[in-house]
């Protein structure tokens, strides 16, 4: 029981502690409300469920570095209770009598609870402390050749991360302590074995009064340490435990994993298009900057930085952070200037080496979407300041002129030509079930034409109506929009959805061989005006096969490793459809560590495929790096869903003299349906 000095001293703290932490949160919100839009509130309760199950999942972090989660568990569920046991504790501190449910199974579960989840905390904490300073675990540290502020170069990190666990291991171990001293005070309490381990252990024989100091210091410690913690909170990586349940909650809805939002480029009000400097990116990227755990999963996935290239999604999370740190009263009274996001966030470099393969927004556990920044810096770089890698210039003009970023000028029928059978026309076919998206690369590309081929070879077999748009189909603007071209991507969408339109497509269903139209079309058109049923080919092959409109032959085909396209498995979800096909199909399938939503990127996506690589410090290609991966895995065949894919993977083949094939899903399938077609 404190006594009535300690209690006037107690308030006094508490009040000077909320004052100064309503202060920092304060400072906090009015930074986070220097971004443009909104962040989203609209469907409050199930928001607040997202938020609740993001807390108590963790970003379901135990998907990856599955010991280092396993700990985390312990320290943030043990941290979470401790809210609790921090109010009971201040209030049996402060009311004279009042115990929480002594004698009662509530209270023995809370003082067991409290109990374990101490030692839990301590030992996870230690754990963390001995991975940074003692083991330094290369996956926290940054290369040289990646910006990042002074600051966090000089060690800024390490300083917050030790003030972080050195806090949690005093307060906690404080509380524990502290009931320690009471159990040596009052006598055993089944209910608390480890508190009264080291009563037993430590604190017997002590005199009444040292037991009563003890009880005393360790209360004080325990309790007075978050009250003068509260108000550091949004200066240190420890805001996360609630920023990042709050940025699920707050997070846009999104039609796949790295949706990006239109720009109304008819708003003659807008001035800045894309993010210059920190206040032009969206409120919600604002938020990711303090709900960064700094761990550092988003850069070991990475293909740009897995790479040696300048890219790190976590640094430039990073400095948005430390530069928000160094600048919070500035920026919350409303300074207005800044300096640019390529001057302290991110080398120009960085932003063009990313592929927008999206695997940076999908492992990170706090909701962040780095990638939806460096999309965001794209477009300011394209559209306000006109700078980017020259070689885009022949893509935007081929998009803008011959509507292929290849600019090539033939009909997009040619592919065609070799089939033992006609493909219809929208015209000629007008009541089709299925409209073929040929796409650009399918056109024009001769792999991804054998791809098309395929499809079509078995949309035949199946009995399925379908149809093409020939000539009137243009590029659907995938490239430009990521290269930060927003302009010629709406532009793009625009004229493709009249088309559509014309051709009756939002009445009927679309399937594509290129995951990037499938995603452009099916989930980015709709912003546009355009709603369409879209299928991606191997998601139609699965259902054909389901349906037994398919007949294979059952032959068992070489050993096959797939590589998920970024923009099917990781962004839309589509993983079990061409597993299910190339099953059908007879194919031993042996799978590369890097599968599924973990997928590595084959480097062409983010409108890589039409610059030069960025270099990095390894020189190693992306392509190389997952080629390597497959090639271990002990296949014969390469599988691949894209057309992009198929030309990254094709073009490692060869530098690695042709040691695999690298065939298309489709190609597999009409292999194995044993009538005789024509792919070539
Ligand atoms: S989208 Fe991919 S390439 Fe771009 S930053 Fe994220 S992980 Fe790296
Ligand atoms: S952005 Fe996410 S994954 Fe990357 S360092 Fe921050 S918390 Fe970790």
């Known amino acids: ?152 170069r000089e060690g800024g990190i390490a300083i917050d991360s030790l003030i972080v666990g050195m806090f949690i291991l005093t307060h906690v171990g404080s509380r524990l302590m502290g009931a320690s001293f009471a159990i040596a005070q009052h006598g055993p309490d089944p209910w608390q074995p480890v508190a009264n381990f080291i009563a037993s252990t430590f604190l017997s024989g002590l005199p009444p009064e040292a037991l009563t100091f003890g009880w005393h210091l360790f209360w004080w410690l325990a309790v007075g340490l978050i009250l003068i913690f509260m108000p550091y909170f949004p200066y240190t990586k420890h805001a996360h435990l609630f920023m990042g349940p709050l940025n699920f909650m707050t997070s846009p809805e999104r039609t796949y994993l790295g949706q990006m939002k239109k720009l109304d480029l008819d708003d003659e009000t807008i001035e800045q298009f894309g993010a210059n400097v920190l206040d032009d990116l969206p409120k919600k990227h604002i938020l990711d900057a303090y709900a960064c755990i700094m761990c550092n999963r988003c850069q070991e996935v990475c293909p740009a ?37 390529i001057d302290f966030a991110i080398s120009e470099s960085a932003v063009w080496a990313c592929t927008a393969c999206g695997h940076c927004i999908e492992i990170c556990p ?68 299925y409209l073929l998206w040929v796409g650009c690369a399918g056109a024009f590309n001769p792999d991804a034409q054998k791809t098309v081929r395929a499809v079509a070879t078995i949309l035949h077999e199946a009995d399925v109506s379908f149809a093409i748009l020939g000539d009137d189909e243009t590029c659907t603007g995938d490239s430009a929009r990521r290269a930060g071209n927003e302009p010629l991507f709406q532009a793009m969408a625009e004229a493709n959805i009249e088309t559509l339109n014309a051709a009756k497509a939002n009445e009927r269903r679309i399937v594509t061989s290129c995951p990037h139209c499938f995603t452009t079309i099916g989930k980015e058109y709709g912003e546009m005006g355009g709603h369409y049923t879209i299928f991606h080919h191997t998601q139609l092959i699965s259902d054909l096969i389901g ?95 894209c057309p992009f894919c198929s030309t990254m993977m094709s073009d490692a ?28």
């Open 366 to 433: 706090v909701g962040n979407v780095p990638m939806l920044d460096i999309m965001e810096i794209r477009r300011d770089q394209v559209m306000m300041q006109s700078e980017f890698p020259e070689q885009l210039k022949g893509a935007f003009i081929g998009m803008e002129r011959m509507g292929n970023p290849w600019q090539a000028q033939q009909s997009r029928m040619e592919w065609t030509a070799p089939l033992p059978f006609e493909v219809p026309t929208v015209e000629e076919n007008p009541d089709y079930e």
């Open 305 to 341: 930085y897995t790479t040696g290239k300048e890219l790190s999604p976590a640094a430039l999370e990073i400095n948005k952070r430390y530069y928000i740190r160094e600048n919070m009263p500035a920026l919350a009274s409303g300074a207005t200037g800044g300096i640019s996001l």
């Open 653 to 680: 083949n060869r530098e690695h003299g042709d040691k695999m094939q690298v065939r298309d899903v489709a190609e597999l399938v009409v292999e194995a349906m044993g009538a005789p077609v024509a792919t070539n």
């Open 1 to 152: 029981m404190l006594s009535a000095f300690e209690r006037i001293m107690f308030l006094l703290l508490v009040a000077i502690c909320l004052v100064a932490t309503a202060n920092t949160f304060t400072m906090m919100a009015r930074v986070i409300g220097r971004g443009r839009g909104a962040l989203y509130l609209d469907e409050l309760p199930r928001r607040v469920m997202t938020g609740i199950a993001a807390l108590f999942t963790q970003g379901r972090i135990i998907r990856h570095r599955k010991l280092t989660s396993l700990f985390h568990y312990g320290v943030a569920f043990g941290f979470i209770f401790y809210g609790l046991v921090n109010i009971i504790d201040v209030v049996e501190g402060l009311i004279p009598g009042f115990t929480f449910f002594e004698g009662n199974i509530i209270g023995h579960l809370f003082r067991l609870a409290a109990d374990l989840f101490a030692a839990a905390v301590l030992i996870g904490v230690i754990y963390f402390l001995l991975r940074r300073f003692a083991a330094q675990d290369p996956a926290l540290k940054t290369r040289d050749n990646v910006k990042l502020m002074d600051r966090v």
């Open 547 to 641: 349906r037994g409109k398919l007949r294979l032959n059952g032959k068992t085909l070489e050993k096959v490793t797939f590589h998920d396209p970024c923009y099917l498995g990781r962004h839309n979800g589509i993983i079990a459809d061409p597993r299910t096909a190339l099953a059908a199909a007879g194919v031993e399938l042996l799978e590369m560590p890097r599968h599924g939503k973990d997928s590595f990127c084959c480097g062409a996506g983010g409108a890589q495929y039409w610059k030069e690589e960025e270099h990095g410090v390894t020189g190693e290609k992306v392509n190389a790096n997952r080629y390597r991966e497959a090639q271990a895995t002990g296949a014969a065949v390469l599988a691949v869903g």
